[in-house]
């Protein structure tokens, strides 16, 4: 058997296992509240640094879940919390469930197999819950390192986790990635369960994550690595390296640097004489159909730019393959008119655009390329467009968000 690959993309950690495709995550802004003052608010509820607090004195009183970094979260209502009367056991419930399922305390102390279903069939579309099994499976395809193309969080938190849920990669240096538009770009007509990032924290976030695998990063963004065992060399592209032009446009783009940059690659006798020549980025060269019989859709604000030049090079230097994710969608193909595969990977925890559940490509490199579709102990969620997909819906609920950002919940 030749040297394996699992190439897996879109994972969309976040702090708590929201994401954006999740219609459920559109909610209300969370704001920091730095201090509660005792004369106005007693805690009703505390543990592990949450606490619920409830304003003195009056009748239906309000209630707000504070984290222990000082942020609020709404008190779910007798609804979402299957009957449950007492505000205060609902926000409690609500502030255990968060806390089991946040990144950082994942990726301190992974859960068992067993105390993982539990968490899984409690919150099924919780994405860090569903990354966790997917992982499994990865390591049963018996995977020698694994190829991150680009939005491993959905809001830029969460690196820790993916760091933990492949640690046995990691710590042999077998974890490569590249990032995404959820990565590095931002995102602010949605709800959030924190405050906005910048682009200046989510830069420094993904290039202190890089730095940790061991990824040199050359100035425009991109990274290199021989692997011998495999016959190869992997080329990590940054789709994302140009600055956001607008909230809506979450086009890709490597520029000129990038690509003059692979055709120095090109000329090292390590590259040319490596077999399987990989380049890995975030955005797709060639735009794809959402499956059997359907179009390929307009893709306003989501393709890469310069995928004409980026294609000249990858012909140019002698790119064998090349694979990607942002689209959710499962495809291996050759393009018309070149000489590369093209492995496009759909949602390791969403799951593919066509209805598909989320799966991984097993790509085993030996005197020629073969991949398989591996498919993940998840099943799919119904996913949401992306932002710049919808502007019209976006600008509406940003409009609802910014008349309710800094409320806090009234409890049934």
């Known amino acids: 058997m030749g040297f394996v690959l699992a190439h897996v993309s879109d994972l969309h950690v976040s702090d708590f296992g929201d994401t954006f495709h999740d219609r459920l995550r559109v909610v209300k802004r969370s704001v920091n509240v730095v201090a509660v003052d005792p004369a106005m608010y007693d805690v009703a509820w505390e543990e592990a640094g949450w606490r619920v607090v409830r304003e003195r004195g009056k009748r239906g009183a309000k209630l707000g879940i504070i984290d222990p970094a000082g942020y609020l979260h709404p008190v779910p209502s007798v609804k979402e919390s299957n009957g449950m009367l007492d505000p205060v056991e609902r926000a409690a419930a609500k502030a255990c469930r968060l806390e089991a399922r946040r990144a950082s305390v994942l990726a301190e102390h992974l859960p068992s197999p067993g105390a ?3 968490l899984f069939d409690a919150t099924p579309r919780n994405s860090n819950v569903r990354l966790l099994r997917a992982a499994a499976a990865i390591e049963e395809a018996g995977a020698d390192a694994v190829v991150i193309t680009g939005d491993l969080t959905d809001d830029g938190a969460g690196f820790e986790l993916v760091e933990a849920a492949f640690r046995r990669w990691k710590e042999r240096g077998m974890l490569f990635a590249v990032p995404g538009n959820h990565d590095l770009y931002l995102f602010p007509m949605r709800g959030s369960g924190r405050p906005r990032p910048t682009h200046a924290s989510k830069r420094a976030a993904w290039t202190a994550f890089a730095s940790r695998l061991g990824l040199e990063l050359h100035a425009s963004g991109a990274w290199w690595r021989a692997l011998p065992e495999g016959d190869a060399v992997l080329i990590g592209l940054d789709s994302c390296a140009r600055p956001q032009r607008r909230f809506f446009r979450h086009n890709g783009g490597l520029g000129t640097e990038q690509l003059e940059w692979l055709r120095e690659i090109g000329k090292r006798p390590e590259f040319k004489a490596a077999r399987h020549r990989i380049a ?16 390929t859709p307009s893709e306003i604000g989501m393709r890469l730019d310069d995928a004409r030049s980026a294609a000249e090079v990858f012909e140019e230097v002698g790119i064998t393959a090349v694979m990607h994710g942002h689209r959710h969608v499962s495809e291996q193909r ?32 030996g005197e020629r390329m073969h991949a398989s579709r591996v498919r993940a102990p998840v099943e799919a969620m119904e996913q949401d467009d992306d ?8 600008l509406m609920e940003g409009a609802l968000e910014r008349t309710s950002e800094v409320s806090i919940d009234v409890d049934d």
């Open 116 to 118: 993982l279903r539990h």
């Open 280 to 295: 890995l980025l975030h955005h797709h060269v060639v735009p794809l159909p959402h499956g059997v019989g359907k179009r």
């Open 334 to 365: 050759q393009p018309a008119g070149s000489n590369f595969t093209i492995l496009a990977s759909p949602s390791l925890t969403l799951g593919c655009r066509s209805g598909d559940d989320p799966s991984f490509w097993r790509v085993e490199l």
């Open 387 to 394: 932002p710049s997909e919808s502007p019209l819906e976006a």
